[in-house]
């Protein structure tokens, strides 16, 4: 899996094996090819996600 910004600056993540956007939040594995989602990815879509939050937080109290 890796971290990617959709159109509207949102972090999605894809699978880097079978370019899924699904994954599994109980085993943390794709959901189409189960491959697994390491630690650290999940960490990095957190942070980025955190991130975007804080920017569009941001932007609306302006
Ligand atoms: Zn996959």
């Given at each position: 899996?890796?971290?990617?910004?959709?159109?509207?600056?949102?972090?999605?993540?894809?699978?880097?094996?079978?370019?899924?956007?699904?994954?599994d939040r109980m085993?943390n594995c794709c959901?189409?090819?189960?491959?697994?989602v390491t630690e650290?990815?999940?960490?990095?879509?957190?942070?980025?996600?955190?991130?975007?939050?804080?920017?569009?937080?941001?932007?609306?109290?302006?």
């Amino acid at each position: 899996m890796s971290v990617f910004f959709n159109p509207h600056g949102v972090p999605e993540m894809a699978c880097d094996n079978c370019g899924s956007r699904w994954y599994d939040r109980m085993t943390n594995c794709c959901y189409e090819c189960g491959q697994p989602v390491t630690e650290e990815m999940l960490a990095e879509y957190n942070q980025a996600l955190a991130e975007f939050n804080r920017a569009r937080a941001a932007k609306s109290t302006g």
